[in-house]
């Protein structure tokens, strides 16, 4: 069985620690990718991580994507939502499908 974990600044993730995901707390792009690195390797199935620490990570994320585990899911802090979660969604339906069938 897979684990699920959430990184993100403190204020943002705390809540999900009482759904039973393992939370792990992160200030800059750089403990939140290594945070990543460490719970790819540790048997992480699903890592949400928050939209903010994500656009300090793009070299991680992108090196992620080709492996089938984890799926890193971008999603909103509470700084509100950035887009990028949305663009990834839209990227990885684009790459599946072969068009852009998300496109406005």
Known sequence: MYK???IGDRDSVYGF?????????AQT????AELLRKL???GYGVLYVTEGLCAG??????QLRK????AVVPIP?????TGLGMAQVK??????????????
Do not use: H
């Open 4 to 6: 699920i974990g959430v």
């Open 57 to 62: 990570m793009e070299e991680e994320l992108e």
């Open 17 to 25: 620690g009482a759904l039973g995901l393992d939370v792990f707390p």
């Open 40 to 42: 790819a390797e540790d």
């Open 67 to 70: 492996r089938p585990l984890p």
């Open 29 to 32: 792009g750089e403990q939140a």
């Open 77 to 81: 802090g509470l700084q509100g939502n």
């Open 91 to 104: 990227k990885s339906v684009e790459q599946a499908v072969g068009s852009d069938i998300l496109g406005e």
